[in-house]
């Protein structure tokens, strides 16, 4: 004991030791005396503290009180005024919280848990200025055990720990807290404590979902927890938008549609589990998404007042359907067909056309269309009139004075192939048409269920072309005239009617001279030819739509007056008058004396007595 006595009387000490404070605190430092008498001083880094910041409480202790301290890393010394002796000292190091670490916990949770956690996570955000190489620490404490102890590390802002042994549910008894401390080379610092109540961080594990498709609804079930604890869920669906429900069963899905479904689950205020793997389904078909384009065209009565009855169809189903195979058929008194089109033969008496679509036994739907009696006093539309606009058929006409429900068009270019279309107004236009093919198009009005009887229009051009090609026939060629003819040939249904030819022709040396004749005319004597001269000719016809050529054709003018001989007689007359105009040869000057001279001179004899003969002749 008095050994004891003597080591407390004599000790002389500074507490506590090494400090780590937050930069700007106060703090209070004692310095136990003991075993100096007298004053005692202060040092900070060698330098004297001033007086008053010291309190001698008595003989054996001295507190000093530090305001605002501000030094990074500081030595505080006592020391004894008489012998000038170190009684003790401690160490102060300083951190910042706005210069070293500011923290945000984002979440700590046990993730994917169904019945034993084992993983423990927590993720933070830490505000550093600096790129230092931190090294974190998670410190953990719950109820049973009360200090903090580390349970995992890192050098980023996520840890997983293995090390908390929750398989003791008494674990989960009350709160828990986690704190992060950050350590690089030059300071440390402390998050503040994150505290949770272990329920609620427990993510569920990921559900395994099955979904059942009805034509209407889907019925969606997944895995529940096995946890008593409330549990919620999320279900994700749909084309584009994203749902948020709360039930099994996800209403009004549009028919043959493909969903896709996702879930996740939640206890409490826990965090959301994964999504679940997405599951796809084809909802059912709905047979009103089967919907029937279904019109007949009925053929003028044959003596025997039957009547052909062309029936055609189109099925217009979902673009995916979980039914491959449908089978279409339309009857009529007894007749049955198929497929579309088909021709049936009907009496003069009114008719219905029904159509039905199965898949197997099942109907999925059916329409019909009626065949009015021959004799039945339906009114027709009236005033029918069409035009074509650059490849579209503008279609209009007027409607009949009883009330009708809407108007059936029908359109066809070759009799075999025939479109048809609705309309609820007294004008429609045609489009997709072929280009230049001419079209026979009828309206019929409707009246319910009832149609009335058919108007046709004059059959009229998709659009209208080029007149047709230009040939040329024949050229016949005197020695300065020439008579031209050509036709015209039109490969085209809808080519355009030809308003006026010209044609153009001139020798190689030109000029190209033009006439232009009105389209009755298919020849023209081109007059005023140079004799044996080489010329081109082509036609070209102009119609309102556009323009066609001939190929060019060459032909030669005939020598002056060697034609005369043969040339027919309208052309003699006129030869002749010219002759006339000549003066008469004198047969003074005809060397007929000289027939045996030389071959030269009998040659230049001939020459002169050759429009002599001709003169005769005529
Ligand atoms: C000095 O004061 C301290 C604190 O009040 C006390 O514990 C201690 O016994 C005192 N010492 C003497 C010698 O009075
Ligand atoms: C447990 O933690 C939660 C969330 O931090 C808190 O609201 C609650 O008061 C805590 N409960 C107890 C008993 O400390
Ligand atoms: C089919 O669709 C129609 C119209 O969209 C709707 O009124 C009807 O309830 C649906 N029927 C089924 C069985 O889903
Ligand atoms: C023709 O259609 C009617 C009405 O849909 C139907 O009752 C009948 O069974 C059909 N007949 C044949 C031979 O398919
Ligand atoms: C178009 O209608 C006219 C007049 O009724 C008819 O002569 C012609 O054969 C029809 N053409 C087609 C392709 O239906
Ligand atoms: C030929 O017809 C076209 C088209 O109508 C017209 O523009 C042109 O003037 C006519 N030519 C003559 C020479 O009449
Ligand atoms: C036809 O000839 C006349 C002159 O005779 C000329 O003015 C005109 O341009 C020619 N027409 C064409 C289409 O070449």
Redesign the pocket.
Same mark, same amino acid.
Not at 57 to 61: P, Y
């Given at each position: 004991v008095s050994a004891d006595r003597r080591y407390h009387a004599n000790l002389c000490n500074v507490i506590p030791k090494d400090l780590y404070i937050e930069m700007g605190s106060d703090i209070e430092v004692l310095c136990q005396t &003991?075993c100096a008498s007298g004053k005692i001083f202060w040092t900070l880094n060698s330098r004297p503290i001033d007086e008053s910041l010291s309190n001698v409480?008595? &003989? &054996?202790?001295t507190v000093l009180s530090l305001r605002t301290f501000t030094h990074h890393n500081a030595t505080l010394q006592c020391h004894s005024a008489n012998t000038q002796q170190i009684l003790g000292g401690t160490t102060i190091r300083t951190y910042s919280k706005t210069n070293i670490a500011d923290f945000t916990f984002l979440l700590c949770i046990f993730p994917h848990v169904d019945v034993v956690p084992h993983l423990f996570t927590c993720k933070w955000e830490h505000q550093m200025n600096s790129s230092l190489k931190i090294h974190y620490t998670v410190l953990y404490a719950s109820l049973l055990r009360p200090s903090y102890t580390e349970i995992c590390s890192s050098y980023v802002t996520t840890c997983t720990s293995k090390d908390i042994d929750l398989s003791d549910k008494v674990h989960f008894f009350g709160n828990a807290s986690v704190i992060v401390r950050a350590k690089a080379t030059a300071w440390e610092a402390y998050s503040n404590p994150y505290e949770f109540d272990h329920y609620d961080i427990l993510q569920m594990i990921r559900p395994e979902v099955t979904v059942t498709a009805f034509p209407d609804h889907l019925l969606v079930e997944w895995t529940r927890s096995p946890s008593t604890r409330t549990c919620h869920c999320q279900v994700k669906y749909g084309k584009v938008k994203t749902y948020t429900v709360w039930e099994y069963t996800i209403q009004s899905v549009e028919s043959c549609t493909h969903y896709n479904i996702l879930v996740r689950c939640a206890l409490d205020k826990a965090p959301w589990s994964d999504w679940s793997r997405e599951t796809t389904v084809l909802t059912k078909l709905n047979k009103s998404d089967v919907k029937l384009h279904l019109w007949r065209k009925v053929a003028e009565p044959k003596k025997n007042a039957i009547r052909n009855v062309h029936i055609m169809w189109t099925v217009r189903k979902p673009l995916i359907t979980p039914y491959k195979n449908y089978m279409t058929g339309a009857n009529s008194t007894g007749s049955l067909c198929y497929s579309s089109p088909c021709d049936i033969d009907v009496n003069q008496d009114a008719h219905r056309i029904n159509l039905t679509v199965f898949h197997g036994e099942i109907l999925l739907t059916e329409d019909s269309v009626y065949v009015p009696a021959t004799v039945e006093s339906l009114l027709k539309v009236t005033d029918l009139q069409t035009s074509n606009l650059k490849g579209v058929i503008l279609v209009s006409w007027k409607a009949p004075l009883q009330p009708v429900s809407g108007y059936m068009i029908d359109w066809t270019h070759n009799g075999n192939q025939y479109y048809w279309k609705e309309s609820k107004y007294t004008n429609t236009r045609l489009l997709d048409l072929l280009d230049k093919k001419p079209y026979n198009i009828t309206v019929t009005p409707l009246f319910g269920d009832k149609t009335g009887h058919g108007t046709q229009a004059l059959q009229i051009c998709s659009r209208v072309g080029n007149p047709g090609n230009v040939t040329i026939i024949s050229v016949e060629a005197k020695d300065k005239s020439a008579i031209l003819s050509w036709s015209t040939r039109s490969q085209e249904e809808c080519s355009g009617a030809v308003i006026n030819y010209t044609v153009f022709y001139g020798t190689q040396k030109g000029p190209t001279l033009n006439v232009t004749v009105d389209y009755t005319k298919q020849d023209l004597c081109l007059k005023d030819l140079d004799p044996d001269t080489q010329y081109s000719v082509y036609v070209k016809a102009t119609a309102l739509t556009g323009t066609s050529k001939s190929s060019e054709r060459l032909f030669k003018t005939k020598r002056y007056g060697k034609w005369l001989v043969n040339a027919p007689h309208g052309y003699k007359k006129l030869q002749w008058k010219k002759f006339r105009e000549k003066p008469v040869p004198n047969p003074g000057h005809s060397s007929v004396a000289l027939w045996s001279s030389p071959s030269y001179q009998k040659v230049e004899s001939r020459s002169n007595i050759t429009p002599m003969l001709n003169w005769l002749r005529e």
């Open positions: &003991s409480i008595n &003989s &054996s202790l």
